[in-house]
């Protein structure tokens, strides 16, 4: 059976299927983790574990069926996507009953994505929806923000600066005493057909389609893996038509953790399988690491007036909101102590425990 081995996030995978988006495969080794896929019946694929707990449904239906569910039962979970099948994860291996027309990128996807972030977090690291890169000390920094925000694009403007790209659109965390560490993600950044162009003015830049069905482009800004690297600084990204120049803001730390909490990746599958673990990591993120709102005016020009970006602090410590935001928190935490508050408001008080 043909083999191929990837290094992705600081994991080694070996794999019978190619998994596009994982770079080169690399000289084989022990794997970290094995994936088998496998072509299935469609009664295999919707075979159920016996007596398993229904962990997550999605709310999007295909053909009238959650497009993702996903089950635990006996040391082992169990993720179904329509178009894809069912993955079956047990220990180090997983396990995909391929649903028929599934086609390879698909299925390199889904488990790049969803099945390789869960089975990361199950471990203990941490997986924001964010791209990230290095300078030549190996510090790094990472910015989150919502789908289209410009993540990518301001990536690959630190790329073709000359800083070395750590991941694009999933950074993984993992936490040593020295500090929270960034392993090495996509080697390839996603890029719309307009900065694709606009970077293409500037820098020789080769790109290739995504997939068939998508209009994103792929550009190629890492041939290897990196050495894992040291978390600098977060930001969150701030593209708003109301934001007229570029500038760095301090955030709060209730408002780090409600940034983390929003911007963090698949948080819907591995929160419920441990909600208070994983918490408490992002906590510990806010503790250890500066979260910043970086402000930047929504066009591609304005990436010419960043300000210095891996500074120790930011020029403008806090804002009215800032403090508007921890008068609040301190009311949902008195609140949270008579009984009265919820889950959700909750969260912002989990720093002054």
């Given at each position: 059976?043909?083999?191929?081995?990837?290094?992705?996030?600081?994991?080694?995978?070996?794999?019978?299927?190619?998994?596009?988006?994982?770079?080169?495969?690399?000289?084989?080794?022990?794997?970290?983790?094995?994936?088998?896929?496998?072509?299935?019946?469609?009664?295999?694929?919707?075979?159920?574990?016996?007596?398993?707990?229904?962990?997550?449904?999605?709310?999007?239906?295909?053909?009238?069926?959650?497009?993702?569910?996903?089950?635990?039962?006996?040391?082992?979970?169990?993720?179904?996507?329509?178009g894809c099948g069912r993955f079956v994860i047990a220990?180090?291996?997983?396990?995909?009953?391929?649903?028929?027309?599934?086609?390879?990128?698909?299925?390199?996807?889904?488990?790049?994505?969803?099945?390789?972030?869960?089975?990361?977090?199950?471990?203990?690291?941490?997986?924001?929806?964010?791209?990230?890169?290095?300078?030549?000390?190996g510090r790094t920094v990472a910015f989150c923000g919502?789908?289209?925000?410009?993540?990518?694009?301001?990536?690959?403007?630190?790329?073709?600066?000359?800083?070395?790209?750590?991941?694009?659109?999933?950074?993984?965390?993992?936490?040593?005493?020295?500090?929270?560490?960034?392993?090495?993600?996509?080697?390839?950044?996603?890029?719309?057909?307009?900065?694709?162009?606009?970077?293409?003015?500037?820098?020789?830049?080769?790109?290739?389609?995504?997939?068939?069905?998508?209009?994103?482009?792929?550009?190629?800004?890492?041939?290897?893996?990196?050495?894992?690297?040291?978390?600098?600084?977060?930001?969150?990204?701030?593209?708003?038509?109301?934001?007229?120049?570029?500038?760095?803001?301090?955030?709060?730390?209730?408002?780090?953790?409600?940034?983390?909490?929003?911007?963090?990746?698949?948080?819907?599958?591995?929160?419920?399988?441990?909600?208070?673990?994983?918490?408490?990591?992002?906590?510990?993120?806010?503790?250890?690491?500066?979260?910043?709102?970086?402000?930047?005016?929504?066009?591609?020009?304005?990436?010419?007036?960043?300000?210095?970006?891996?500074?120790?602090?930011?020029?403008?410590?806090?804002?009215?909101?800032?403090?508007?935001?921890?008068?609040?928190?301190?009311?949902?935490?008195?609140?949270?102590?008579?009984?009265?508050?919820?889950?959700?408001d909750s969260i912002g008080t989990l720093l002054t425990?």
């Amino acid at each position: 059976m043909p083999c191929w081995t990837y290094q992705i996030h600081g994991c080694r995978i070996a794999s019978n299927v190619p998994l596009p988006g994982a770079g080169k495969s690399v000289p084989s080794g022990c794997p970290d983790i094995s994936f088998a896929s496998f072509a299935a019946t469609e009664a295999r694929i919707d075979a159920a574990a016996a007596d398993p707990e229904h962990c997550y449904t999605s709310p999007f239906r295909i053909r009238g069926r959650p497009r993702v569910v996903l089950c635990r039962s006996h040391r082992r979970l169990e993720l179904r996507v329509i178009g894809c099948g069912r993955f079956v994860i047990a220990g180090k291996r997983v396990v995909l009953y391929r649903e028929p027309g599934a086609g390879v990128e698909d299925v390199a996807n889904v488990f790049l994505g969803s099945v390789l972030t869960l089975w990361l977090e199950c471990r203990g690291m941490v997986a924001l929806h964010a791209g990230a890169v290095a300078d030549r000390a190996g510090r790094t920094v990472a910015f989150c923000g919502a789908s289209g925000a410009g993540k990518s694009t301001l990536t690959q403007h630190l790329v073709s600066a000359g800083y070395g790209l750590v991941t694009d659109d999933v950074l993984m965390l993992s936490f040593r005493s020295e500090g929270i560490f960034c392993p090495s993600g996509s080697p390839s950044i996603r890029l719309t057909p307009a900065s694709l162009d606009h970077f293409r003015r500037r820098v020789n830049l080769t790109a290739a389609p995504e997939t068939a069905r998508s209009d994103k482009f792929h550009s190629l800004a890492r041939s290897g893996c990196l050495p894992d690297t040291r978390l600098h600084a977060i930001y969150v990204l701030d593209r708003s038509p109301r934001v007229l120049s570029a500038r760095i803001v301090e955030l709060a730390p209730s408002e780090s953790l409600m940034a983390l909490v929003k911007n963090s990746f698949i948080a819907c599958l591995s929160e419920p399988l441990q909600p208070q673990a994983r918490l408490a990591r992002l906590r510990d993120i806010v503790r250890r690491v500066p979260i910043r709102r970086l402000e930047l005016p929504d066009r591609h020009a304005a990436l010419e007036q960043l300000p210095p970006l891996f500074a120790a602090r930011a020029p403008q410590t806090r804002t009215r909101s800032d403090r508007d935001y921890s008068r609040i928190t301190a009311e949902r935490r008195r609140s949270c102590d008579a009984g009265t508050a919820n889950t959700a408001d909750s969260i912002g008080t989990l720093l002054t425990e």
